[in-house]
């Protein structure tokens, strides 16, 4: 029998780099085009797969998100305030008991993207975009359809991570035991991103860690005030031309996740 697919959302954190632009809400409740970030992600998500597990972790103004999750497990974060997403990763780590899908709640997907994304076939990937390079942003290497490395601030990467981790049931565990001698040990800095997880999970376990590339699909995540507009700009409803024939040229995509608070 299949098991079904978890998705773990991470969505506690305080969303600091936004400065007021989020009006005191967490950046998952933004809304773009009526519809707000979670609520996007909860629907695509539920759309391509039925069956889904989903799993939330909520800490900053947890009042205004619950009531926006029904049927989704949640998991508080009470420390929201002074971890970052490796603390409330870790306090969600029973959700990575069966195979399990990690997103970032400030993701915009495309709904092209997120079928295809919660559709594939491999059981392990990572989304990244070729399309984009910025040497200070978090990157992903790959060789020959397989990740080989994922950091910040090294040569020879082939594109920008695109917040989206899955991983097959052998990985997840990897990663929750990976995750949670990091943390035992005292290694918390809210500052930390889930690399060395992501490394332990190809070099020391060596399982294959398929890449999803995302170029040509729109994307966006939203990590500071400009992001709003932008989002809003790119994921607006398509105009219609009733006295055209043409379609309109289609958008060049746009995506960038940086480490840092959930």
Not at 116 to 132: I, R, V
């Amino acid at each position: 029998m299949r098991t079904a697919m978890r998705y773990l959302i991470p969505a506690a954190g305080m969303g600091r780099r936004m400065g007021d632009a989020a009006a005191g809400a967490p950046k998952c409740l933004i809304e773009v085009n009526g519809e707000t970030l979670i609520a996007r992600l909860l629907r695509q998500i539920r759309t391509s797969d039925p069956e889904a597990d989903i799993h939330v972790i909520v800490g900053f103004r947890s009042d205004a998100v619950v009531p926006l999750i029904a049927g989704c497990r949640i998991i508080v974060n009470p420390f929201f305030d002074r971890t970052g997403i490796n603390g409330s990763i870790w306090l969600a780590r029973e959700s990575f008991e069966q195979p399990v899908t990690l997103i970032h709640a400030d993701l915009l997907l495309g709904d092209d993207l997120a079928r295809e994304l919660f559709t594939a076939a491999p059981e392990t990937l990572m989304a990244y975009d070729s399309s984009l390079r910025n040497d200070a942003e978090v990157n992903v290497a790959v060789d020959d359809g397989k990740v080989i490395r994922f950091d910040e601030n090294f040569p020879g990467y082939t594109g920008l991570y695109a917040g989206v981790l899955k991983l097959s049931l052998r990985a997840a565990r990897a990663f929750a035991d990976t995750l949670d001698r990091h943390i035992v040990q005292g290694f918390s800095d809210p500052r930390d991103y889930y690399f060395f997880a992501v490394r332990a999970i190809i070099d020391e376990y060596g399982i294959p860690i398929d890449a999803f590339d995302c170029a040509g699909y729109a994307w966006q995540e939203i990590d500071r005030a400009e992001h709003i507009e932008a989002a809003r700009a790119r994921f607006s409803p398509a105009p219609s031309f009733p006295f055209r024939t043409r379609t309109p040229p289609a958008r060049e995509p746009y995506g960038r996740v940086r480490r840092g608070r959930p």
